[in-house]
Structures are given as structure tokens and as C-alpha cells.
């Protein structure tokens, strides 16, 4: 008698590989199936792991232990070792304990191993049995970062040694004050020629002060792709062709092998300028420019960033220029020079080009945390900022960022929309704008009529993204009631409402008149509704909707501020004159559609949609909550659940 093959035979790790497929909201369903499914499936969510205190450590160990299989154990890639809110005691702890080498011992892929600021006996990887258990098993460990702005001497010197132990493997460095740990080794050079794989290295240090003193850096360093230097002194003239002189076709090779350089400067420096223009291998570059007014340049620099600087950018699909200062004037052909070559000098680029304008306003008030030490306080300037990007779907985005502090009503809208007034012929160009009014704190009523005067201005868009004020507690709206004028040509909208505490219920049943072409609605609301109401309302029966992407998360903050405990919501559906009911799940969005009438009576939270039409609905979900009123504001993506409803 043949015997019947077993669902039960087949091994966990083939299984894993099975559930690494699948969507997240399908992992998490695999968990429940039965007992053989649970392990392997949940492992699929652990390659990046925070562990704050030892308890989360033999917690974690255990988890893994009750199945007795390691090779599921191959899945987590980085390791974090404290965090943010992890205190100093706890984190000691956490070292002192043996968890460390445990996980050592557990977990044998880690390719990255990053440890918090607070976690402050960084002396423990120096001891001899750690670092042994290291580099015994650890052997694809690549990186080894302590996440931390700042470091007493002591651990800089302990972080450089810890990445010498390893440095057979490291990829990438942090170069602190860096003389006490070179000079035993024979200076700079040796240490860094001793890494035979380094590809990054981020320069903190004020032994290199310019980029001439950080050329030993490039020229010592094996395979370096990725640079990261704060320069505080200009460069002197002709630095780049004596260390050409110096190094010959070697010192050559390896300039053209960086790929990323992100250079910040104290001030706009001339000469650094010019070295960097000399790095024709660059495939990314992010320049920093701090306290500096265009005004104040001379005409040298004005003509050198404009021409030479500005080509140089442009000829590349990938680079960040931020920030300078520049007073408002109606006739400044300089800034509509430098616009149009953003805008119209473009690389070759198979996909398709995107021209975008992020109009940032604050109030330049030191609560909303981009006070910038009053570097811009002056509301006669703007802070210009540009950025190129190709993004998920292959477009060239061009943006041209302008950040405008404004202390009393109409100050903007006399000043800035006037200035951009005479440049038509590039506004006509401008397909998508970011209307970013997050640190608005105080006249915020007039933010829908310098929204609606924006909207005049670019005539042709067809994406805008609406950042709401953090600050806003009962009026929390970008568009005017009284608003006539339909945007035809608008096909895609996403407003985002940070931490505010409710939504003005009246905005989106103007944005569906406002907006008569609309097929895309992204809601990112991180925030609680109305306060003591169970009924979220999205209201747009003018529009006929492609697809609607929904944040779910205030159903939690506002299931907190009721007392409910309730682990579901109803998501009412009427799609012209049918009208669905849906169950969803808190957990994972699991979507059960029921059989009740549409207008029965709910005890729970309620979310009711209703539009003209509408395809398709995109739940997401975040897991992690900062505290019971609030959702964190940086949410890890790989925290991130959805779902996906298909309307009938």
C-alpha cells in the first residue's frame, strides 16, 4: 500500500521560504492555522529586531528555542541593541548580562549590528570572548554602528578599535578624533588600508576640517563608494590638482570610484566648489550650505553656482542642494535662471519627468521645532532648497523647495506669490505641489487662502500632497467653504494631518467640487476624530474614485479616548446607489464583508465612505504606538500592515 505523503513531513525551513512570499497580512493569518505553521511564519517578520532590555533579549531567545530548529534562525539580518528611549542603567544591563552572547551564539546571518547612544559600556564588544564570538559567527557581519550624534573620547576610541578587531569585514566606518587609536598603528593610512572592504565612510572629526585634508581619506581607503564630510574651512586654490599631481593615475582611479558625496559647508566656499566639479564619477551628491544669503555672494560665486555648480547637478538624475537664503524681489532673474535649468537641463532618462514644487510655511516659532537658532528669522528672505530623485515608478522628480517664515496675515501672499507671478513661463510646467503648513502655530486661518492663491498660481497640476499644521485643534482645513474655481486637471491628492487632534469634517465634500477629476485620495490621518463620537465620515459624492488609501490608525487613538476594547471596526461602503458593510480586524486587517443592512445601528467605531464610485480601498495599519493618544510620528515600514478592499 502506498503511503500518503503528509502535510506534517514537510520541513519548516521549506515552509519559511513559502511564507517570505506572501504579504504581510497573509503571514500573520499563516500564524493561526496550526502549530507547524506558527514558528516558521512569524520568523518572516524578524530581520530587523530592537531589543531594549535583557527581558527583551530571553524573551526573543525563547520564542525561537520551543521550536528546536536553528536553520529558522537564519532570517534576522540587524540587531539593534538599545534604543532611543532605552535608559542608561537598562542598557547596562542588558551588556552585563550574557544575552549578548547568546544572540551571538543564536543568530548567525547578522549583517549589521547597531548600538544605542545610552547603551553606554560600549567597553564590552572590546572584551576578548565577545569579540571571538564575533567574528567566529558572525562572519557576514558588514556593519557595526553606534547610533549616536555624539561620543565622549573614551567610546570613540573604543568604537575605532572594536572596527579595527573586525575590519576584515566592516563596509562601513564613522572617523571620530582618530589620533589616539592611528598613531599605535602608524598613523592614518595603515588603519584605513587595513579594511579591506570599507565602501562608506562618514568623516566626524576636526582633524579634517576641508576637502583637502580629507583626501588621505580617499586615497588610503581600498574600495570607497560613499563619503560624508562637514567642511568648515574653504579649500585652498588648487588643492584637487596638486593631490592629482601627488597620487597620479592611482590617486585618479579612486576619485572616480566615489559614487555618493554629502558635503556640508559652514559657508558657500568657493574652491570646495571647484573640487567637487573635478569629481566626474559621482552618480549621488548632497550639498549643505549653511548661513549664507545669495545676496551677500560676490559675483564670482554667483556666476560659479549658477553656471558650473548648477550644470554640474543637473547632469545628474540623483542630488540634494540645501539651503540657501534669499530676499524677496520681483525682478530676480537670477533665481528664474536658476529654476529654469532645474526644470528644463535634464539628464537622459528613459521614463518620464516630473516637475515638482514643495512650498514649505512656519511661523518661526521655536515650538514647532524649525526655529533654526533664528538663522532665518527675517521675513524678508525664503530659504531655497532643490532636490532630483528618480522614484518607485521610475520618474524623474525635480523639486524646488521654498521655506517661508510668516509672522501676520497677508505677509506671504504679498510677498512670495508675487515674486514667483513674473516666472509663467516655468509655473505652466509645474505638474505636483507639496503645500507644507506643519509648522504653522499661530494664524492659521490663513492657510486655505494662501492655498487657494497657490493653486492660481500653478495652473497645470495634477498631484498635490497637503501637509496639515501639527498645532491645529479645532479648525483643521487647507481649502475655503466659499471656494468656486474647479482644478480640472487634479487626478491625485494626499493630505496628511501629523498629530492634530480632530479633522474639519467640512473639508472633503469642497475638495470633491473643488476637484472634479480626482481618481487617487490618500488620508494619512495620525490623529483621534471628534471628540466623544464613534462615526468617521468621508464624504465626496461628487467624485468618482479610482482608488482611496485610508490610515486606519485613528480607529485605535480614538477607541483609547472612548474606552473601547472592541478588537474590530465597521468600514461602511456607499458606492453610488449599492451600499456595502465590511468587518475589520485591529490586529491585521483581516476584511469580512457582512450581511447586515447598511444602516443598522453600531455599538463600535465607524468609518462610513461614500462616493460616486469607487474601485478600490488601501487599509493601513501601523502596529506600534508611542502612547495611547498619539501613533508614533516615524514609523518603522516594516510595522506597516494593508490590506486591500476590492468594492463590488
Not at 87 to 92: L, N, S, V, Y
Amino acid at each position: 500500500m502506498t503511503k500518503v505523503p503528509s502535510i506534517e513531513l514537510i520541513p519548516a525551513e521549506i515552509w519559511e521560504n513559502v511564507f517570505n512570499q506572501l504579504p504581510r497580512c497573509s503571514q500573520r493569518e499563516c500564524q493561526f492555522v496550526c502549530k507547524q505553521w506558527y514558528l516558521p511564519s512569524q520568523r518572516s517578520f524578524l530581520q530587523h529586531v530592537v531589543l531594549a532590555s535583557c527581558y527583551d533579549v530571553q524573551t526573543f531567545i525563547t520564542c525561537f528555542m520551543s521550536y528546536g530548529s536553528y536553520s529558522s534562525f537564519d532570517s534576522v539580518k540587524t540587531i539593534r541593541i538599545g534604543s532611543t528611549y532605552t535608559t542608561p542603567d537598562r542598557a547596562r544591563k542588558l551588556l552585563e548580562s550574557n544575552a549578548i552572547e547568546t544572540i551571538i551564539q543564536h543568530f548567525p546571518n547578522v549583517t549589521e549590528l547597531v548600538i544605542s547612544g545610552n547603551c553606554i559600556e560600549l567597553d564590552y564588544f572590546l572584551k576578548e570572548n565577545v569579540l571571538q564570538s564575533i567574528l567566529n559567527r558572525w562572519r557576514k557581519l558588514k556593519v557595526f554602528r553606534v547610533d549616536s550624534g555624539w561620543l565622549h573620547p573614551d567610546k570613540r576610541k573604543i568604537y575605532l578599535q572594536t572596527n579595527y578587531r573586525l575590519r576584515e569585514r566592516i563596509e562601513q566606518l564613522t572617523l571620530y578624533e582618530h589620533s589616539d587609536v592611528t598613531h599605535e598603528l602608524g598613523g592614518l593610512a595603515p588603519y584605513l588600508m587595513s579594511f579591506p572592504n570599507l565602501k562608506s565612510i562618514k568623516v566626524v572629526s576636526r582633524e579634517i576640517c576641508n576637502l583637502e585634508s580629507c583626501l588621505p581619506v580617499v586615497e588610503h581607503s581600498q574600495r570607497l563608494e560613499d563619503l560624508d564630510v562637514y567642511v568648515t574651512r574653504e579649500d585652498k586654490e588648487g588643492s584637487m590638482d596638486r593631490f592629482l599631481q601627488r597620487g597620479g593615475k592611482t590617486s585618479q582611479a579612486k576619485l572616480k570610484a566615489l559614487r555618493s558625496l554629502k558635503i556640508t559647508m559652514a559657508s558657500f566656499c568657493t574652491f570646495t566648489i571647484e573640487f567637487i566639479l573635478q569629481m566626474t564619477g559621482l552618480e549621488k551628491i548632497t550639498v549643505g550650505v549653511n548661513r549664507t544669503n545669495v545676496e551677500e555672494w560676490d559675483p564670482i560665486q554667483k556666476e560659479l553656482f549658477e553656471h558650473k555648480f548648477l550644470d554640474f547637478l543637473c547632469a545628474r538624475t540623483a542630488f540634494d542642494f540645501r539651503s540657501v537664503q534669499m530676499n524677496y524681489n520681483e525682478e530676480n532673474e537670477y533665481m528664474h535662471g536658476i529654476l529654469k535649468k532645474l526644470y528644463h537641463q535634464l539628464p537622459p532618462h528613459e521614463g518620464k519627468t516630473e516637475r515638482h514644487v514643495q512650498l514649505v510655511i512656519n511661523n518661526n516659532n521655536p515650538e514647532s521645532g524649525l526655529d533654526y537658532n533664528n538663522m532665518f528669522s527675517n521675513i524678508r528672505n525664503f530659504v531655497f532648497e532643490m532636490r532630483s530623485e528618480i522614484n518607485s515608478y521610475h520618474t524623474l522628480v525635480r523639486t524646488a523647495s521654498f521655506t517661508h517664515f510668516i509672522q501676520h496675515e497677508g505677509s506671504l501672499r504679498n510677498k512670495s506669490l508675487k515674486y514667483l507671478g513674473h516666472m509663467n513661463a516655468i509655473l505652466d510646467d509645474i505638474t505636483s505641489l507639496t503645500f507644507d503648513t506643519f509648522g504653522m502655530w499661530v494664524i492659521m486661518h490663513v492657510v486655505p487662502f494662501i492655498f487657494q492663491d497657490t493653486l492660481q498660481q500653478f495652473r497645470n497640476l495634477k498631484k498635490v500632497y497637503v501637509h496639515l499644521s501639527k498645532n491645529y485643534s479645532k479648525q483643521n482645513s487647507f481649502l475655503k467653504r466659499d471656494i468656486t474655481t474647479p482644478h480640472v486637471n487634479l487626478e491625485r491628492l494626499e493630505i496628511t494631518a501629523g498629530n492634530a487632534l480632530c479633522i474639519e469634517e467640512d473639508m472633503l465634500p469642497v475638495a470633491s467640487s473643488v476637484f472634479p477629476s480626482l481618481k487617487y485620495l490618500a488620508l494619512w490621518f495620525h490623529c483621534g476624530w471628534f471628540n466623544g463620537i464613534n462615526e468617521f465620515v468621508i464624504m465626496m459624492m461628487d467624485t468618482q474614485l479610482e482608488r482611496l488609501y485610508l490610515d486606519v490608525a485613528p480607529v485605535r487613538v480614538q477607541m483609547y479616548k472612548l474606552g473601547l476594547e472592541l478588537p474590530y471596526f465597521m468600514l461602511k461602503v456607499a458606492n453610488g446607489c449599492k451600499k456595502t458593510r465590511y468587518r475589520v480586524s485591529l490586529d491585521y486587517l483581516a476584511v469580512t464583508e457582512e450581511e447586515k443592512e447598511w444602516d443598522t445601528e453600531d455599538k463600535v467605531l465607524t468609518v462610513c465612505i461614500t462616493f460616486k464610485s469607487i474601485s478600490y480601498i488601501n487599509l493601513y495599519l501601523h502596529r506600534i504606538f508611542s502612547d495611547q493618544f498619539r501613533p508614533v510620528s516615524v514609523s518603522d515600514p516594516k510595522d506597516l500592515i494593508q490590506t486591500v478592499v476590492c468594492i463590488k
